[in-house]
């Protein structure tokens, strides 16, 4: 099979590593933030041409809320200004943009901007972009259970009848499908409370390098890595 014929619909990044990219340079952690947008930008570019169809890309869990103060505010200010930045050329590239997570958690001004790029986005289909934003796979499948428990108290749906299908309407990515292939920089091995539920059957693939350092080439090599793989989904 070619790899061609073989592009995952749904790419993952857990991006990690800007930290460490910028203290080998001698400067702060948020600089090492700042070159990162320019590989979020490289790889979106990337996979529109690939044909990926859905690229998701976690950027800040429930967990990093317990960073400095002044690293959260500053990664806040910074997704504002990316977001403002990148309008025009979301929209020529028929991207779709999509955040999702615990969102009340956020300010009124990140959660408007937000939602007018949501909005004026929302006509495009030629790749769906998602962010991950104060999220976290536990924090997700204990708001579905409460949500479906609501649901069955309240008769609107019977204990009996649920099934993974059932449960997987409540999770906040509800209609989107799960990841084909969940890629991990900067050597790190894990998940990291990270699409816990809808990884059950995702290929991964994990790379020493940096995110700051993740451009296109790299994203090639992981989508050429993905094509040679075998996906049984349990079966012989």
């Known amino acids: 099979m070619t790899e061609q014929n073989n592009t995952p619909v749904h790419v993952s990044f857990i991006m990690d ?8 340079r001698g400067k702060d952690r948020i600089y090492g933030h700042f070159e990162g947008v320019e590989s979020v930008r490289a790889c979106t570019e990337a996979a529109v041409e690939a044909g990926v169809k859905y690229l998701s890309l976690f950027a800040f869990s429930e967990e990093n809320w317990n960073r400095p103060a ?8 910074l997704m504002m200004r990316s977001i403002e930045k ?38 495009c289909e030629r790749m769906t972009l998602i962010v991950f ?3 976290s796979g536990k924090w997700d499948i204990l708001q579905a259970s409460r949500r479906l428990a609501e649901d069955v108290a ?31 920089t900067s050597g ?10 809808q990884a ?12 700051p350092d993740f451009r296109k080439p790299e994203f090639r090599a992981a989508l050429a890595a993905y094509a040679h793989r075998s996906r049984r989904f349990g079966k012989v």
């Open 133 to 135: 934003l104060s999220y």
């Open 70 to 77: 002044a690293e959260v505010e500053t990664l806040m200010g």
């Open 86 to 123: 990148e309008v025009d050329t979301l929209m020529k590239n028929g991207v779709r943009f999509v955040v999702l997570g615990n969102l009340g958690r956020l300010s009124e001004g990140l959660q408007s901007a937000i939602a007018g790029l949501m909005e004026k986005t929302s006509i």
């Open 17 to 24: 590593g800007n930290g460490r990219w910028a203290k080998a």
């Open 188 to 197: 790190e091995q894990r998940i990291s409370n990270f699409l816990l539920w």
């Open 200 to 211: 059950a059957y995702t290929e991964f693939y994990y790379t020493d390098v940096l995110w």
């Open 154 to 184: 309240a008769g609107k749906v019977k204990a009996e009848n649920v099934d993974q299908d059932t449960f997987s309407q409540y999770l906040i990515t509800a209609g989107v499908p799960d990841p084909d292939l969940l890629i991990r």
